[in-house]
């Protein structure tokens, strides 16, 4: 008997005449076999029921090689493989049993199978008829007419999926190939036709999954490996379209439309991998001249133009270059209005043309759809932090100067402007209030961004020197009278006059 879950048992349940296995009985005499070779299938029917195929394999190795005629042996051996899920190492076993012993229905009916999913109908179909003109047990007779009834509807359903491809019927002929291919999993050309159907259709994602199985279904198939590094290409996938053009040239070095491609891909994808490290080194005008280069070196998929122009925006953001980085960005996000990457970025550049407004925006619509990016969480609320204290006293405005500007440019702008508006150089008492509001203003805004710290507190949407945006409240230190700022040298570095300026 044999024992429920084992491994057998579950063969069995797949192909119901694979249990006449474990009832076969060993014909020494029949068969011609000696002592070894016997207890090479004892002991492998053993190791087989037991899940061990691995070493029952190799007993039944040891049997055919002792005794080549012996058809239980191959049969056995057949059945391993099957488990194994080699089925074209089964196949010559199977084939050999037939040789040796032609009244084997289950080993007739077992290739059958293996053809009908092999899709190769008309040789299956001999198997099934020969199966019920020899004499067959009722499960095998029942088994060989289902069969048979399954591979002529595959035999119609091909005609028609071939006719319909032919007419350019591309939907309709993959509805019968789904069909087919339900029944036939091996057959590689109906996989191979399948793939061009979904080409022609637009989907070449499913049209790789075929040819990936075809690739594997058939030997030495280039053209497969050919036609799936190509389609990588076509979607902008490098790496992937690199590995399986190489697959290509492994089976055959010579290959021509291969060859080709690999340099193609090669030159494409050392591009892309300089400019990457080049960002990660911080060279960003280096790495926008690699994607210049890039869509020089492949003009004619949109989607290689996109991803160099998205990482070119990056790299403008990134380099503090806004007007470049919002053109750029902004023609990414016309070809495709839901790149989250070419929002953060854009938004970033909007932030250094104080464009606040539209950087949040850009981190609203970019958090739509990817809402627990803490990077764009963090952008909107300094962006609203700083449209909130754009509203207030603004001291890059105050002093004429970018929020990117160095340090050197904030000083120059400082003592320019506080030559300018020195209160002495005013004799109009309201003239000279004034002077002296825009004095002080100057003066604190010297103070805020000559300092790294408060700078940075500034940048992040915090004044230093607003008492209602510090912690904790108490006094303005900062926040002081035109009396206060006498005696400060605006040509200085800092610190106070040595001695007081007196305008005619």
């Not at 058809?71 to 084939?95: C, H, Q």
């Not at 009722?138 to 088994?143: D, G």
Request: aromatic share 8%.
């Amino acid at each position: 008997m044999v024992a429920p879950g084992s491994v057998t048992s579950r063969l069995g349940t797949v192909f119901p005449f694979l249990l006449v296995l474990v009832d076969l009985q060993y014909e020494g005499a029949e068969c011609g076999v000696n002592a070894d070779v016997e207890k090479h299938l004892e002991l492998g029917k053993k190791l087989l029921a037991a899940g061990q195929l691995a070493d029952a394999l190799s007993q039944f190795h040891a049997a055919v090689d002792g005794d080549p005629d012996n058809y239980i042996a191959y049969y056995r051996r057949a059945t391993v493989f099957l488990a194994m899920g080699k089925s074209k190492a089964a196949l010559p076993d199977l084939t050999k049993v037939i040789e040796l012993k032609m009244d084997f229905t289950a080993a007739r009916l077992q290739r059958g199978h293996l053809l009908l999913k092999q899709g190769k109908l008309d040789e299956a179909e001999d198997d099934f008829k020969k199966v019920l003109k020899s004499n067959p047990s009722e499960n095998e007779e029942k088994e060989a007419q289902s069969q048979l009834i399954k591979s002529d509807e595959m035999q119609r359903l091909r005609s028609q999926a071939l006719d319909a491809f032919d007419s350019a019927d591309y939907t309709a002929a993959i509805t019968f190939l789904d069909k087919i291919l339900e029944v036939c999993v091996w057959d590689a050309e109906l996989r191979e036709l399948r793939a061009e159907c979904f080409i022609k259709e637009g989907e070449p994602r499913k049209a790789i999954s075929d040819l990936k199985a075809a690739s594997k279904l058939k030997n030495d198939n280039t053209e497969a490996f050919y036609k799936i590094s190509t389609l990588y290409y076509r979607l902008g996938d490098h790496e992937l379209s690199l590995s399986e053009v190489r697959e290509c040239l492994k089976l055959d070095q010579d290959h021509k439309r291969c060859f080709a491609h690999y340099k193609q891909v090669k030159k494409l994808n050392k591009l892309i991998e300089s400019a990457e490290e080049l960002i990660r080194d911080g060279r960003y005008t280096d790495a926008t001249s690699k994607y210049e280069s890039v869509m020089k070196t492949e003009p004619n998929i949109a989607e290689y133009t996109l991803r160099s122009k998205e990482r070119i925006c990056h790299c403008f953001s990134k380099d503090e270059k806004p007007v470049e980085a919002i053109r750029v960005c902004s023609e990414v996000l016309q070809m495709e209005p839901d790149n989250v990457n070419a929002l953060k970025d854009r938004a970033e550049a909007y932030l250094i043309e104080e464009m606040y407004d539209e950087a949040i925006q850009d981190y609203e619509a970019a958090q739509e759809h990817n809402e627990n990016d803490q990077q764009i969480r963090e952008g909107l609320e300094k962006a609203q932090r700083l449209l909130k204290q754009s509203q207030k006293r603004d001291y890059y405005k105050i002093l004429g100067v970018k929020r990117n500007a160095k340090k050197q440019e904030i000083i120059k702008a400082y003592r320019k402007l506080a030559l300018q508006w020195h209160p002495d150089n005013f004799q109009n008492e309201e003239e000279k209030k004034k002077a002296e509001k825009k004095f002080i203003d100057i003066a604190a805004a010297k103070e805020v961004l000559s300092d790294p710290e408060m700078r940075k507190k500034f940048d992040d949407g915090e004044d230093p020197l607003d008492a209602e945006s510090q912690q904790g409240g108490g006094g303005n230190p900062f926040h002081r009278s035109w009396n206060s700022w006498q005696g400060f040298n605006p040509f200085s570095s800092g610190g106070p006059f040595r001695f007081k300026f007196h305008f005619n």
